[in-house]
């Protein structure tokens, strides 16, 4: 059983096997933040990308509970060099961990911190917990290899739909048919007035083509059995 909770934008709370990761961990300053920074507990940080806006609390929250941080060789060095335990990685690497493993892939994007430090490349994460797979795209436009993606067999998607720095909804539906996850949960939109969507409407179109959908409000979960 693992345990999916979205703590608004594309902050992602994640447990099963004993093991909690969080992923994109901004809560300070979020307008749609389902939990503050001393309000959430991690064996790992998993980042997408370093704009503030994934980054957030990541070294507040490292230091209070011991996660370590796992991202990109450029992003794990930033954490390590300010306190944090870290695991450099980078697109297409496999992390393996008691309970489960995580693997990095591509997303077109940007990545930079928010004082101007290159972050590396942005990815897109898979994570295996308790025979779940989870796809958590980060920030990404729609590109075409999302179906080697879903080729490792998801049974959800956690997709930006807010468009501006990201996919729209028409483009993440468009993923959808590529990444064939049993489920999918629309992320990334009404954190600020450039991304306003209508995510009920958008779980509407793709149960229209025959996903499972949900758009959960900041602070509530789904339970993949
Ligand atoms: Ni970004
Ligand atoms: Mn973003």
């Known amino acids: 059983m693992v345990e999916v909770r979205f703590l608004g934008h594309a902050a992602t709370w994640i447990k099963g096997n004993g093991v909690q990761i ?4 901004f809560l300070e ?21 370093a704009h503030g806006d994934h980054w957030g609390d990541t070294l507040r929250i490292a230091e209070r509970t011991g996660a370590k941080v796992v991202s990109t060789f450029e992003i794990a060095s930033y954490a390590s060099a300010r306190g944090a335990e870290a695991w450099p990685m980078n697109i297409g690497g496999t992390y393996a961990f008691e309970g489960g493993w995580l693997k990095f892939f591509p997303a077109w994007h940007s990545s930079s ?9 942005p990815m897109g994460v898979v994570i295996e917990l308790a025979g779940k797979r989870i796809y958590h795209a980060g920030d990404t436009a729609l590109f075409s290899d999302m179906r080697l993606i879903g080729e490792v067999g998801l049974d959800l998607a956690l997709l930006p739909i807010g468009d501006t720095f990201t996919m729209g909804p028409d483009d993440a539906l468009r993923a959808l048919e590529l990444l064939r996850p049993k489920a999918v949960v629309p992320i990334h939109y009404n954190t600020f007035p450039p991304i306003q969507q209508d995510g009920e409407a958008f779980v509407a179109r793709a149960e229209a083509l025959g996903f499972e959908g949900q758009a959960l409000k900041p602070g509530e979960a789904l339970v993949l059995e």
């Open 29 to 49: 300053g979020n307008p749609l933040a389902a939990a503050g920074p001393d309000e959430v507990e991690a064996d790992l940080i998993v980042l997408t990308h």
């Open 22 to 25: 969080l992923i994109d961990p």
């Open 113 to 121: 911190f928010p004082d101007g430090t290159y972050g590396g490349m």
